[in-house]
């Protein structure tokens, strides 16, 4: 199984303006109290990774309740909403057309040279690798409107779909591509697909076991499926835990370990072909909360790494985590198995 580190260097910032992730927060954290909060709407669920029922109170965020698998050390909401109450509130809530309008058109052109490009190239060199007669691709609700260019462009597959009821998309303006403005669970006459890509899609699906067994359903023997994923085991995560900022739901409803994601593969019926954690931020992400809150408990060993470390360190410990699989940006690369 391949394990992909990348020496990369850009400031977090650059992808993500703070005041604006600021605002995006709030807006989602007072949607979320309003559309998704109600208790006699939620349900208890067990882990969506391994399915163990031993769980622990993690921590609330949002009026919602955060577990800890016993098990896999996966983080996930429980009680939790449903695909349908999720579905209302991505096409209702102000934090995802404060998303969709604002920050990701803001950040669009660093986003495009930094996270969409390589991003891009590991599915293309990826598919000629694994899959060389790709036909199809599919992409199941992408929200960033750059991946759409970036996926008309790729002309090695000869059929592109969006499945995506979320972004108001118009079929003229994206000729190259097919748009099926319909939720995944709806659209089961999809079939015989190369390749599907899930980013940071499992994170914020209710019923992951559903969405895996629909992916399987779609793809034809030996389809790839290409995921991100914000991972529990990653080092920002264990170190900030209910502090990290981009930890909330229901962007989150599962935040996987990488020991989860291995046996959520396997339940499915997928073979792991990568299981990377090429992120490059996770320092960065809590040094930028020791700084916003600096009495906040952190490892001595954390704390003089970040205080008193020169960057040529912090940078190696940085690659360390990536060559670990420490990092908390996860990105993954399974096969149907045939
Ligand atoms: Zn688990």
Redesign the pocket.
């Known amino acids: 199984m391949k394990n992909i580190v990348i020496n990369d260097q850009y400031d977090q910032l650059d992808l993500k303006p703070s005041q604006l992730i600021e605002r995006y927060i709030s807006l989602t954290q007072r949607d979320v109290g309003k559309i998704l909060a109600d208790p006699a709407q939620l349900s208890v669920c067990h882990?969506p990774?391994?399915?163990?029922t031993e769980k622990q109170q993690a921590f609330v965020k949002f009026s919602l309740t955060y577990q800890e698998?016993q098990?896999?050390?996966?983080l996930y909401v429980s009680p939790r909403p449903n695909d349908t109450m999720l579905n209302d509130y991505y096409l209702k809530s102000d934090a995802r057309a404060f998303w969709c309008n604002e920050l990701s058109q803001l950040t669009d052109k660093k986003r495009k040279e930094k996270v969409i490009k390589p991003r891009f190239q590991w599915i293309l060199e990826s598919t000629r690798e694994y899959f060389p007669n790709a036909k199809t691709w599919v992409d199941i609700n992408t929200s960033q409107y750059s991946y759409i260019d970036a996926m008309a462009d790729a002309d090695i597959f000869e059929n592109k779909i969006l499945l995506n009821p979320y972004l108001p998309l118009e079929p003229q303006d994206y000729p190259r591509v097919a748009i099926v403005k319909k939720p995944w669970w709806e659209e089961p006459a999809i079939d015989q697909v190369s390749v599907i890509s899930l980013f940071e899609v499992i994170d914020h699906t209710a019923d992951v076991g559903r969405l895996m067994a629909t992916v399987n359903a779609m793809l034809s023997k030996g389809g790839l499926c290409f995921l991100t994923a914000i991972l529990s085991s990653g080092f920002d995560i264990q170190t900030l835990w209910e502090q990290a900022e981009n930890l909330h739901p229901p962007d989150r409803l599962n935040c996987f370990s990488v020991k989860?994601l291995h046996?959520l593969f396997e339940k499915y019926g997928f073979e792991c072909l990568e299981l990377s954690t090429p992120g490059i931020f996770d320092l960065e992400f809590v040094a930028k909360k020791l700084k916003e809150q600096p009495c906040l408990n952190v490892p001595r060993f954390v704390r003089d790494l970040i205080e008193r470390k020169d960057e040529e360190t912090k940078r190696a410990f940085q690659e360390f985590l990536q060559s670990a699989c420490m990092s908390s940006y996860g990105r993954i690369l399974i096969r149907k198995k045939g």
């Open positions: 882990c990774a391994c399915g163990a698998c098990h896999c050390r996966t989860g046996a």
